[in-house]
């Protein structure tokens, strides 16, 4: 079992950078695969980024590649994702979620979600 807060979201211009952070608990953070996704309002959540248990592999969704960079902390049992040259699309709640096994673009493959934190990009 893993628990998961996410941090960081806020109101930014359109071009600005933000991280947001996610902390997870339990001893077993390094076992996990980490996935980065996002909702719009009357969208479907979708996936943004993800990494895998070491943190060698990454993953990302056209849209954000070159702007969005998923990493993670073992020793502090956190994953982040800089987002830099934000774009009002890019407004959404954005969750972290946890999966056992490899990485995965499939929401429905992931075990353990946050709650989210709302990102706000203006024009």
């Known amino acids: 079992q893993v628990q998961l807060v996410e941090s960081g979201g806020g109101l930014v211009q359109a071009g600005g950078s933000l991280r947001v952070s996610c902390a997870a608990s339990?001893?077993?953070?390094?076992?996990?695969?980490m996935g980065w996704f996002r909702q719009a309002p009357g969208k479907e959540r979708e996936f943004v980024a993800a990494?895998?248990?070491?943190?060698?592999?990454?993953y990302y969704t056209n849209p954000v590649k070159g702007r969005f960079t998923i990493s993670r902390d073992n020793a502090k049992n956190t994953v982040y994702l800089q987002m830099n040259s934000l774009k009002p699309e890019d407004t959404a709640v954005y969750y972290c979620?946890?999966?056992?096994?490899?990485?995965?673009?499939?929401?429905?493959?992931?075990?353990?979600w946050g709650q989210g934190t709302q990102v706000t990009v203006s024009s």
């Open positions: 979620a946890a999966r056992v096994g490899e990485v995965t673009d499939w929401p429905q493959g992931y075990n353990y």
């Open positions: 339990g001893r077993t953070f390094s076992s996990y695969a």
């Open positions: 990494i895998g248990m070491s943190g060698t592999k990454t």
